[in-house]
């Protein structure tokens, strides 16, 4: 008996009743700085469990994360995407995340190295000077943008959806039909994209960023890739890409080009 209890205290030192041990407190949401947990509460359910394969453009993409800028990517977790299904998710916009944890996801998408500096009160996180030491982003290091891909961003002056339905035959129609309307294969009609509902989903930014980048994970290829289009194509024009939005903006109001 004796020994039992002594046992039973021996097991409690450092836990006395009334005391809880710190390392049982729970860590309030937004204070949780770990990419894992942040990108799976938040971006996993649109884009994808590894940022790919999701409903949601893949932000977990070479030419994308070579493409984008920290300042788009912080912008648009900050406002959202008007027009989308993409919300604001910064605390100052009502949403769930704290700056810190904005930072964190803009450094891991863009893949900048970074470190995090916390006590008690704030928390931020600081991408890494020469010689520090930190965190690696998950999915790498973004590769250098070749100064001959387009712009992600949209031009100021609209495109010609007429021009756009001569750019889709040449581009797109081999796999998504002419007109848009899908290709038949085993007795069901695929790939059509002239659809008002899907195309209602896609803001005219998006529809730019995905011509640009493909879907790797759907087998889409990029501005620029001969996939499925042979080898003598050459790679889309920003003022192509541009009349091809314009086509699909026309499609999204039921206008047929």
Same mark, same amino acid.
Request: charged letters at 20%; aromatic letters at 6%.
């Given at each position: 008996?004796i020994?039992?209890?002594?046992a039973?205290c021996?097991g409690c030192i450092?836990k ?10 729970p860590?309030p949401a937004?204070?949780?700085l770990?990419?894992d ?5 938040n971006c996993?359910?649109?884009?994808g469990v590894d940022g790919t +394969? ?8 070479s ?29 100052s916009?009502?949403?769930p +995340?704290?700056a810190a944890?904005? !930072?964190?996801?803009?450094?891991e998408i863009k ?20 010689g520090?030491k930190?965190?690696?982003?998950k999915w790498?290091? !973004? ?7 387009p712009?992600? %961003?949209?031009p100021e002056?609209?495109?010609d959806?007429? !021009?756009g ?8 129609a081999?796999c998504?039909g ?5 290709? %038949?294969?085993?007795g ?6 002239? %659809?008002?509902a899907? +195309?209602?989903?896609?803001?005219d ?7 640009i ?6 087998q ?5 890739s ?7 194509f ?6 192509e890409?541009?009349? +091809? ?5 026309a499609?999204?109001?039921g206008?047929?080009k």
């Amino acid at each position: 008996m004796i020994f039992a209890l002594i046992a039973l205290c021996s097991g409690c030192i450092g836990k006395l009743p009334g005391k809880p041990d710190p390392g049982d407190v729970p860590v309030p949401a937004e204070r949780v700085l770990k990419f894992d947990t942040v990108f799976g509460r938040n971006c996993a359910g649109c884009h994808g469990v590894d940022g790919t +394969l999701g409903p949601a453009p893949p932000l977990n993409e070479s030419l994308f994360r070579a493409l984008v800028t920290e300042s788009e990517l912080e912008k648009v977790l900050l406002q959202g995407r008007k027009g989308t299904q993409m919300a604001p998710f910064a605390h100052s916009n009502g949403g769930p +995340l704290s700056a810190a944890q904005v !930072s964190v996801l803009v450094y891991e998408i863009k893949g900048v190295p970074y470190r995090i500096v916390t006590n008690e009160k704030s928390q931020s996180v600081q991408p890494l000077k020469p010689g520090e030491k930190g965190i690696t982003p998950k999915w790498g290091t !973004s590769p250098a943008a070749l100064r001959s891909v387009p712009a992600l %961003e949209l031009p100021e002056k609209p495109g010609d959806a007429a !021009s756009g339905a001569r750019v889709f035959i040449r581009a797109c129609a081999v796999c998504h039909g002419e007109n848009g309307m899908g290709v %038949e294969a085993n007795g069901k009609v695929r790939n059509r994209i002239n %659809e008002r509902a899907f +195309l209602a989903l896609m803001s005219d930014q998006a529809i730019r960023r995905i011509i640009i980048t493909g879907r790797n994970d759907l087998q889409m290829p990029d501005y620029a890739s001969t996939l499925g289009r042979g080898d003598d194509f050459k790679p889309l024009t920003s003022e192509e890409i541009n009349d +091809l939005g314009a086509l699909l903006s026309a499609w999204r109001q039921g206008k047929s080009k």
